[in-house]
């Protein structure tokens, strides 16, 4: 069995509001994987979007999104929030975290995130990642299994 880590966040909160905003999660991949399992981990998320990224290259990202049923083109919210994992985790070599997608190149700046509120659960004995428009917090550090 492999384990990943992986982060939920939740984009365009309510303030620091807990349970608010729109849920992503992001998974940091150390390879490729088949299109099966990647599905399988987000239908393992159930949540409306997982993000998957994969280093392609210094200061540049591989993009994915999978819903719980199927691989889709483009997701805003999920972008956003593996755009705010990667700045906050000192992750880019500067503002911008760059990324290819199936839809084109995207990239997600730093001064962005600051004008948009995130929230992240902590469920328990897990650290989540979090960040505000003033706070930048924990590594990535929620495992999953597959």
């Known amino acids: 069995m492999t384990s990943l880590p992986f982060a939920e966040l939740h984009a365009f909160c309510d303030g620091d509001a807990p349970h608010t ?19 399988g ?3 393992s998320n159930n949540l409306s979007e997982t993000a998957y990224l994969l ?6 990202w591989q993009l994915r999104w999978f819903t719980p049923g199927a691989e889709v083109d ?15 985790n000192g992750r880019t070599a500067g503002d911008i975290a760059r990324f290819s997608t199936r839809s084109g190149p995207m990239s997600v700046a730093r001064s962005l995130l600051r004008s948009s509120s995130w929230y992240a659960p902590n469920p328990g004995p897990g650290i989540w990642w979090s960040m505000t428009a003033q706070r930048r917090s924990a590594p990535l550090s929620r495992i999953c299994a597959y």
Not at 55 to 60: I, L, R
């Open 41 to 43: 981990i987000a239908r």
């Open 55 to 60: 280093a392609d290259g210094e200061d540049h």
């Open 74 to 88: 483009f997701c805003g919210h999920a972008t956003l929030a593996a755009g705010a994992w990667l700045l906050g």
């Open 21 to 39: 905003g729109n849920p992503a999660a992001v998974v940091l991949l150390e390879g490729e994987l088949d299109d099966e399992t990647l599905a």
